[in-house]
């Protein structure tokens, strides 16, 4: 730290009776340098520690009590329109926040978790009847049980139930590519018509919505909202189909993001909550044009794969590193 001259000589004459000695003026001058110079050191060592990580922005955050209201009892309630409708911006969205409130009245508990398409019974989609349009969708379902793609696919559905009510004017060969089923009740495969390639891995939403039938958008991770719907990529290369509910900072979890879909750890149906650090990448589709469901070319072919998105607080930032200490 820097002395003023006039400050040391003062304390020094104050000190002691003695006389000061006859160099005390070149003693003093070399004092106030040292001093200078250890000033110059300790500036030196600031200037080169890294700088404190930045704050972890993030868009549309969700108040912690809407998070804590939504977990409560294991992630199975009915108001997710009333928690998370001021966080979505789209009319659209607001049918799919409502829509998931309607079929979780159908899985109070979360109605089950089973995968399994070569078990017997084999795995259903979706517990209980789903009709679009007074068309039943999976007459055949085997269990009472849900995964997460069916999860996923059943708020689409009753989303446009809730949008159009019984007024669906969608031919014969588009409705058949919409059943969760083979004719017969045998299973519908990866890939194949609408809800095949809804169900496939990976960019299942992206493949049906965006680009099968052209009733969706892709949004990127800064404009996703309550209500989009989201595939998740984990970093162990599975995925996850889910209705995005917001992005928030858990004070464990660090930043993370809350889903509703169908997992096992919700017991089938519920609201998840997801650290980022676990995720390799996300893919979000809006619905945006669901008129589309009436003029879409069933002969679609497949399209090409996307990448995953990321965002810029996807990661926890690592605190600053200690500088280390010169022996």
């Known amino acids: 730290m820097k002395i003023g001259a006039a400050v040391l000589l003062a304390a020094l004459a104050a000190s002691s009776q003695a006389a000061l000695p006859e160099n005390w003026s070149a003693e003093l ?15 030196v060592r600031q200037s080169r520690r890294p700088p404190a990580p930045a704050p972890v922005a993030f868009p549309w955050t969700l108040a912690a009590q809407d998070v804590q209201s939504a977990v409560h009892g294991g992630g199975h309630h009915v108001l997710h329109f009333e928690l998370f409708n001021k966080y979505s911006a789209w009319p ?9 409130d309607r079929l979780q009245q159908e899985a109070p508990d979360g109605g089950g978790y089973f995968t399994g398409p070569r078990a017997k019974p084999a795995e259903s989609p979706v517990g209980f ?11 055949s379902r085997k269990r009472t049980t849900s995964f997460c793609t069916g999860a996923s696919y059943a708020a689409f559905i009753m989303a446009l ?3 159009y009510g019984g007024g669906f004017h969608i031919s014969p060969e588009r409705m058949e590519t919409l059943m969760m089923e083979e004719p017969g009740g045998g299973r519908r495969e990866d890939g194949v018509k609408f809800w095949g390639r809804w169900n496939a891995d990976d960019f299942g939403v992206y493949y049906a919505l965006a680009q099968y039938s052209g009733m969706g958008t ?5 404009q996703a909202r309550a ?4 595939t998740i990529g984990w970093k162990d290369n599975k995925s996850h189909s889910a209705v995005f509910l917001g992005w928030y900072l858990d ?7 809350l889903i509703w879909s169908s997992q096992e750890s919700t017991n089938g149906m519920g609201d998840y909550r997801v650290a980022l650090s676990r995720v390799k990448g996300v893919k979000f589709v809006r619905l945006t044009n669901p008129e589309a469901i009436a003029t879409f070319d069933p002969a ?5 794969k996307p990448a995953w998105d990321r965002g810029s607080w996807f990661e926890t930032p690592k605190p600053a590193r200690k500088p280390r200490r010169r022996r």
């Open 29 to 43: 001058v070399l004092l106030s340098q040292r001093a200078q110079d250890a000033a110059a050191v300790v500036a």
């Open 92 to 100: 659209l969205n607001h049918a799919v926040l409502m829509a998931i």
């Open 129 to 139: 009847p789903l009709f679009l349009g007074g068309v039943h969708l999976n007459p």
């Open 161 to 163: 139930n809730m949008r």
């Open 218 to 222: 892709p949004i990127p991770p800064e």
């Open 227 to 230: 209500g989009d719907f989201m």
């Open 251 to 257: 004070a464990k979890l660090g930043p993370s993001m």
């Open 300 to 304: 679609t072919p497949a399209g090409d």
